[in-house]
């Protein structure tokens, strides 16, 4: 949303609240700008899931991590890892969800009324599925299919409503966690960016790469990625605060208290 | 053999409402061509609809009259097809009343 905490928190104070065309959109206490631009660590309650440093974590991510942790301590903060071993469900739950809603939110590109339309279809089954044959790429294909499947019958409890289940599992855990945190401290993704092209023949492995940031959408919280160092290739890497909901003034002052005392984000990758 | 009729009933209302269920436009008949219609009813991308808050009160009397049970959390399902008629090829759906029991 911008390049600095400011910009974010003034961004944010324009598209926060209620908005009376869409449904899903809540009344609530405003958004407190001064605190969310404060930038103030000290005093906070900080902790990591230990299963966002595990398995598939590039050594220069973690440390990264790691390091920015004992900045926020340095700073007054208390940080601590705990377990939450829910993390392994995220990615399979996400992209059963987001699948199925992708293919039935795209349903409406079907060539008649709007987008791309086939021009060598005479009837009506002609035009949704050349539209849609030749329209979409294969990525989203993919998911489409994916989508109806998951959604069929016969497999609709054993991977929709079971996916439906898993994310309520994972919103609790974030809950209980912030019982104890004010916020949370993890990477944004396990590696740093990809060369161009790179991995894009391997879906599987780039449904893992999301494996950190779908948390947050399955559970509904509130995370502003903040940058917090370079790989030994001088790749940018990400870390993310994640706070509790409605609670973006807090992990935005915190998320300033952390460039307030370092420099990652005034330095640009060398791109060679 | 003796058998036992037993019928389900599938009936369709026209709510009284000024405006349609999802968006604010006119449910008002003879209006010009194009009058009654908005990006929602329309099924543009990147829009949502917005629920009529008249369409639960008058399902919820309706539940009432006929002897329902009235769902207190509510959630719409969808179900989705390929047809002209359907404009986003999604039908919303949302069960409010329950169990109707009217003897006729």
Not at chain 1, 60 to 75: E, G
Not at chain 1, 134 to 162: C, H, P, Q, T, W
Not at chain 1, 255 to 267: E, I, L, S
Request: proline share 5%.
């Amino acid at each position: 949303m911008g390049k600095t905490v400011d910009d974010c928190a003034a961004l944010f104070s324009v598209i926060q609240g209620k908005d009376e065309k869409d449904g899903t959109s809540m009344v609530y206490p405003k958004f407190d700008f001064d605190k969310a631009v404060k930038g103030d660590i000290g005093g906070k309650k900080i902790g990591i899931p230990e299963d966002y440093l595990g398995e598939g974590i590039s050594p220069d991510v973690k440390d990264s991590v790691l390091a920015a942790a004992d900045i926020f301590r340095a700073n007054g903060a208390s940080v601590e890892t705990f377990k939450m071993p829910i993390v392994k469900y995220a990615i399979p739950a996400y992209y059963i969800i987001a699948c199925a809603e992708a293919c039935s939110n795209l349903s409406r590109y079907d060539g008649i009324k709007y987008g791309y339309s086939s021009s060598n279809a005479d009837t009506l089954m002609e035009t949704y599925v050349k539209t849609r044959s030749e329209g979409f790429g294969m990525e989203v294909k993919r998911r489409i299919m994916l989508g109806n499947f998951v959604l069929s019958s016969g497999y609709y409890d054993a991977y929709y409503n079971k996916a439906l289940k898993a994310k309520k599992l994972i919103q609790n855990a974030f809950y209980d966690a912030f019982k104890k945190y004010d916020m949370l401290l993890g990477p944004v993704a396990p590696t740093t960016a990809l060369k161009i092209g790179e991995s894009l023949s391997d879906p599987l492995k780039m449904y893992l790469g999301d494996i950190y940031t779908v948390m947050i959408n399955i559970a509904g919280m509130p995370s502003m990625s903040v940058p917090c160092g370079f790989d030994k290739d001088n790749m940018p890497i990400g870390m993310q605060i994640i706070g509790k909901p409605f609670e973006e003034a807090e992990i935005m002052s915190a998320a300033k208290g952390f460039p307030n005392v370092t420099d990652f984000h005034n330095k640009l990758p060398d791109l060679g | 053999m003796e058998w036992e009729i037993v019928m389900g009933l599938e009936v369709h209302t026209e709510l009284a409402t000024k405006t349609k269920i999802f968006c604010g436009c006119s449910t008002e008949f003879g209006g010009e061509p194009n009058t009654h219609v908005c990006e929602i009813c329309s099924g543009m991308p990147g829009t949502l609809p917005l629920l009529n808050k008249r369409v639960v009160e008058f399902a919820v009397r309706t539940g009432i009259a006929t002897n329902c049970t009235i769902t207190q959390n509510n959630k719409f399902d969808r179900k989705n097809y390929f047809y002209p008629i359907c404009r986003k090829r999604i039908r919303y759906r949302n069960f409010i009343c329950l169990s109707a029991a009217t003897v006729l």
